[in-house]
Structures are given as C-alpha cells and as structure tokens.
C-alpha cells in the first residue's frame, strides 16, 4: 500500500516539490513520496501495455495489406509500438518494481490497457484510422509527457514521439487515399472513421471533473495537461484534417467558436467508456488471451537469453 502523503516526511516532502516546481527532473535514485512512485509505476505501466497490446489490431493485417509497400510500412510501425513498450517498461523497472510484476498485473486484469484497443479492425482503412486517429491522439498527450517530472519517463517520450509522428502520417495516408478512391473505397475509410472517432476521444480519459489521479499527478507534474485539455487540442487539430480528405466526423453537434478557436461536440459515451474499461468491450477477452498465450509461448526465449546473459557473465568474470 502507497504511505499516506501525512505519514511522508514533511521536510523532504517540500523539498520534493520544490524541485518539481523548479522543473528539476526527479531521477531513480532521488528521495520521492511513495504515492509518487506507486502512481508513476501504475500509469507507465498501463502505458507500456498500451503499445504491446495495441500491436494486436494491425499484427492481424500483415498479412493482408494491399501491397509490399503497405505491408513493410506497417510492420516496420508494429515494431515500433514494440520497442516503445520495451522503453516504457525498462523506465518503469527504475521504481524499483520488475517486468514479472509488471506483466502479472496485466494478466490478472488489475492493470489497464488503452480502451481503444478493445475494438475489432476488420477493414484495411481500419489501419488508416488507427494511425491517423489513435496515434494522433497518443502523440497530443505524448507530447506533453516529454515534459513529465520523472526522468526516464521524459526521455522515454521524446524518443517516442519522434516515431509516432510518422506513425500518424502513415495512417492519414492511407485515409487520405481511400478517402479519393472508388465510392467502395470512400465508403471503406468513412466508416472506419465512424468507428474509431469516439473510441479515440476516449483514449484521453474521464472529464477532469471525473479523473481520480490527475489533481495530484499535475501537482506533481507527472501530467502536464488535464485530460479534457488535451482531448479538446486533438478535435481541434483532427477535425481540418478530415475535412481536408473529404471525410465527415461522425458528430453532428461539431461547431467551431470563432471566438476560442476550438470545436463544441457532443458529450462521450461515458456508460461505454466505463464498460470497456471494466473488460466488457468487443475485443477485450481476446486482447488479453492472445498476450498471456504469446507470453507463456515465449518463455524458453526468456530463458535461452537468460541463460545465454549469465554465460557471458561468467566468461568475463574468468577472463
Ligand atoms: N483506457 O484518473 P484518470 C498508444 C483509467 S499509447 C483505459 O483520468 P490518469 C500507442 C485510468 O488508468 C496510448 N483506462 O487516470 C499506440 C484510471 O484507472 P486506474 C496509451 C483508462 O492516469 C498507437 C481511471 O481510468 N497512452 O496508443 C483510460 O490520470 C497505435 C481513472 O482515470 C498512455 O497511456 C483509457 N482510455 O489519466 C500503439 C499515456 N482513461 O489506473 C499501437 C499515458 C482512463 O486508477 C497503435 N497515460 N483510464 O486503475 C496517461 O496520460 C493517463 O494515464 C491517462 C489517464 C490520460 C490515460
């Protein structure tokens, strides 16, 4: 159980925060309350599954992608979210918790994952969307974790970022270029827009009013930005783009005020949101049985490495 912030003590605990004021990055081996450690653990964690899970949806259409081009651009993105879940795990394991912990957590359901990728991804344009929608979503709240208090979680972002960018540049055009193709292929991209328009809106959370951690996590920095302030710079920044490409986002409440410069919309699903979270989303039983298949099928590769690692260890010990 994290200490209570009153049983911290108070002296480090304001000179703790004078540091994080001072915009000083907080590195492993600093002194840190245990709620920060124990809430840094929980939400890079969850963000470490994220990308590892989200790998699911586009690994099912390697395979199908329309040509060699596609196919390499697209397993060369999936292996990307991989090494980003790698990064994020190695930076959570400085908080003093270890992958094994980590991955038990996932499969006993206690950790979450992304919401977004408890939906199916049954059309090619669905890998537009995804790029285009969810990784541009990922990459408004990225950004501002590059401003994040903890150290290796900052640095993590800033190399993070830089991918996903092409990411969502790959997603827009395959968008971009069914949304200009036969009616069928216009028809394939606008409905994948309908589908993951609000899963993605989703992606940044609960309205603040609802979120339980982000009072103290922009406290102590570890988000820059509320969830509603950052799902609010991605409609902004996402709306232009599809009509840009012909497309409509599938909300008939979409006005711009001219005078804030930002879209009004319609309100989420919030009893879907929840629901999802809670495993009762289309794809959730599946996402979570494939990750705990795949890793129980890669236990002799953990073991091979780990016996390979101790070799060398031994042969440099006796050198
Ligand atoms: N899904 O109090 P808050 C990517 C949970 S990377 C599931 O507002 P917080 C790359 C939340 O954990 C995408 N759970 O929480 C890619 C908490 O539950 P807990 C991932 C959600 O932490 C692209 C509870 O609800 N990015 O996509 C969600 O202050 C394409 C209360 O919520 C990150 O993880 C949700 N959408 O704010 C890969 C960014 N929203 O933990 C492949 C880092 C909320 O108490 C293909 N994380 N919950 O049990 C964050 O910025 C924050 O953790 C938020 C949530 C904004 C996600």
Redesign the pocket.
Known sequence: MAKELEEEDPIKLAAFQAKIDAEIKIEPKDWMPEKYRIGLI??MS??AH??VI??QP?GNWVSRAPSLRAKKILMAKIQD?GG?GLYLYCATETLGTSRDEILENLHAGKA?????FNYPAPTWADMGA?GWL??GA?IV??VS?QKTSYGPYSRAMVRICKE?SF?QRQGYEIMANMAKGSAAQHKMAQDALDRWWWPSL?????HDSE????SQ?MKWKI?RET?DSLRQQFIDKTVPQAELIGLKIPDDNLKLDSETGHYSHTDIDWDEFWNV?KGYGPCNKKRLDHHKKAHAEGQWVREAAIAYAKKQELKLKTA
Do not use: C, W
């Open positions: 929980r939400q969850q963000h994220s990308e989200g790998m586009e979210e980003h979450k994952y992304a919401s977004v995804i969810v990784d990922a709240n990225q974790l996903e990411h989703m992606m940044f959370g609960p979120s339980a951690h982000t996590s988000k969830n979270i």
